[in-house]
């Protein structure tokens, strides 16, 4: 089942590339986390989104969560965020996030932050 996903959105990006030309993208992301030296457990992303020039973006797709000492499991996650340049040396951006598994409710996450340029 985890490869048909996988493979239903690596079809789905290709198909839609001719049409949206740059604005469409493939993102696969690996997070892992760590409580000291405690692993804890890591998700897998595969989400296809799209960019405006104006910094706005969305994406999403399946995610497979690997809890350590737990079962892997597939669910969906999404997110959606804005960045701007606030001066050449300072840009703003901010994202909201959101999970979904069969057995475990529903995560949502917010980010907000800043980038200085030396």
Do not use: C, R
Not at 79 to 88: F, H, L, M, P, Q
């Amino acid at each position: 089942m985890l490869k048909s996903i996988f493979g239903a959105v690596g079809a789905l990006a290709v198909s839609a590339a001719p049409v949206l030309a740059d604005a469409v993208y493939f993102n696969p992301e690996y997070n892992a986390g760590w409580s000291g030296s405690d692993f804890g457990g890591a998700v897998l992303d595969a989400h296809v989104g799209y960019e405006t020039d104006n910094g706005f973006y969305i994406q999403g797709g399946p995610s497979l969560l690997m809890p350590d000492g737990g079962e892997a499991e597939t669910g969906f996650s999404a997110k959606t965020g804005i960045g701007a340049s606030v001066s050449e040396a300072f840009d703003v951006y901010g994202e909201v996030s959101y999970a979904k598994y069969k057995d475990i409710d529903a995560g949502y996450g917010l980010k907000l932050g800043g980038k200085y340029k030396f």
